[in-house]
């Protein structure tokens, strides 16, 4: 009988997955645990994919992508955070998972370590290990914002260590990451020589104060435009989830690594997508400002409903996400999880499927409606109450 490679076999499966499978049986539940605008596509992007495919557009584009595609990212990232980025160091993918995969394989060696900050999205460390790479877990906490330091990183430095891999805004907490902090990091990561994954598919949705002062991209220092690779994609900002399409941006003798390896894993990504992610980048700006204000709006809601109940809630400054402490009910996060949806019809994911530094929290997603937001929160303050009632 095959077995299955030991790599493959020491990966658990995503700690997110059960609670949907939970919620798929049930009437009347409220998922706050899909990261997963409940926006359809703006129209634009829909019309331009069927307009490519009445025009018979259905064949392959080339392997890096669409140039008018590749041009309008280049345009948008130097519009947003001004920088230049040619159109020869974007790869349009299959979705960020792609960029997140084919990045791996195209810079790790075995044995090379990955220095992830978490609690982080789930698919980062596996995709390490994928390529034979060995993670290394950064921890951070709520008393520092969940933001990570250059001083965490740099203390966990070896002779081994390859890459630094982080997503900010992030995933699972809402978390952003300062100019100062990102300037501090590239001294780390051009005094090792190192490569920096900057994880940025939720750079477009951020609030407060974060929105004054602009997502700090990691192009936009200078020592990492030849030292760093930028992710993205069109699944958050855009309502795109289901189209699968994303994009990698990389200095040229990198994006020649990436290339190859995309060329051989997919071809090339979705031809229609990529005819709708043009309309998406010329036409949608007022879509993804509405959408934004709406995540906004429901944050609010959110973040004061469970500091309401009575769990302390750090201030999400970015994605649509809340990281509730859920410590003074005395559950664990998978049991707060598992009651919550069984008792009052709510699907949070427990914080420890995002790594450690998670335990003792939960994530909320508001990527849905005010309504379900604002249900949801009240529930949550009843099933928190009863806890302190028994």
């Known amino acids: 009988m095959p077995v299955l490679p030991q790599h493959i076999q020491s990966i658990p499966p995503s700690g997110i997955r059960r609670f949907f499978d939970i919620a798929a049986t049930m009437d009347d539940v409220i998922s706050l645990g899909i990261g997963e605008p409940d926006f359809v596509t703006p129209r634009p992007v829909i019309d331009a994919a069927v307009q490519s495919l009445a025009a018979g557009k259905t064949g392959y584009t080339s392997n890096a992508g669409l140039l008018e595609l590749r041009e309008s990212i280049a345009d948008h990232l130097f519009q947003l955070y001004g920088y230049e980025v040619n159109a020869d160091q974007v790869l349009i993918t299959v979705g960020a998972s792609e960029a997140m995969e084919l990045t791996m394989l195209a810079l790790l060696n075995p044995g090379d370590e990955v220095l992830i900050p978490e609690p982080c999205?789930?698919?980062?460390?596996?995709?390490?290990?994928?390529?034979?790479?060995?993670?290394?877990?950064?921890?951070?906490?709520?008393?520092?914002?969940?933001?990570?330091?250059?001083?965490?990183?740099?203390?966990?430095?070896?002779?081994?260590?390859?890459?630094?891999?982080?997503?900010y805004p992030s995933n699972p907490t809402g978390a952003v990451l300062s100019h100062q902090t990102l300037e501090d990091i590239a001294q780390i990561a051009e005094e090792h020589d190192l490569i920096l994954v900057s994880d940025e598919i939720y750079d477009q949705l951020i609030y407060g104060a974060v929105k004054d002062k602009g997502h700090p991209s990691a192009w936009s220092v200078d020592s990492l435009r030849e030292r760093s690779i930028i992710l993205g994609g069109f699944s958050k900002a855009y309502a795109m989830t289901g189209w699968r399409l994303g994009y990698a941006i990389a200095p040229a003798p990198i994006y020649e690594g990436l290339y190859k390896v995309h060329q051989y894993m997919v071809m090339s990504a979705p031809t229609m997508a990529q005819y709708g992610a043009i309309a998406a980048m010329k036409n949608c700006g007022i879509d993804v400002e509405n959408m934004r204000q709406a995540y906004d709006r429901r944050r609010r809601l959110l973040v004061d409903s469970l500091r309401s109940a009575g769990l302390p809630t750090f201030e999400p400054e970015g994605a649509f996400y809340c990281f509730p402490d859920i410590r003074s009910t005395g559950l664990s996060s998978d049991e707060f999880a598992e009651r919550l949806i069984k008792e009052k019809s709510v699907a949070v994911v427990p914080g420890d499927a995002f790594g450690p530094s998670g335990t003792g929290f939960v994530r909320c997603s508001y990527a849905t409606s005010d309504e379900k937001v604002a249900e949801a929160g009240r529930r949550i303050g009843q099933f928190v109450q009863n806890i302190k009632d028994t």
């Open 121 to 167: 999205f789930v698919s980062y460390g596996p995709v390490a290990q994928f390529a034979h790479g060995k993670v290394v877990y950064v921890p951070t906490s709520v008393e520092n914002n969940f933001e990570v330091t250059a001083e965490d990183i740099a203390t966990r430095v070896t002779s081994k260590t390859r890459m630094i891999f982080m997503g």
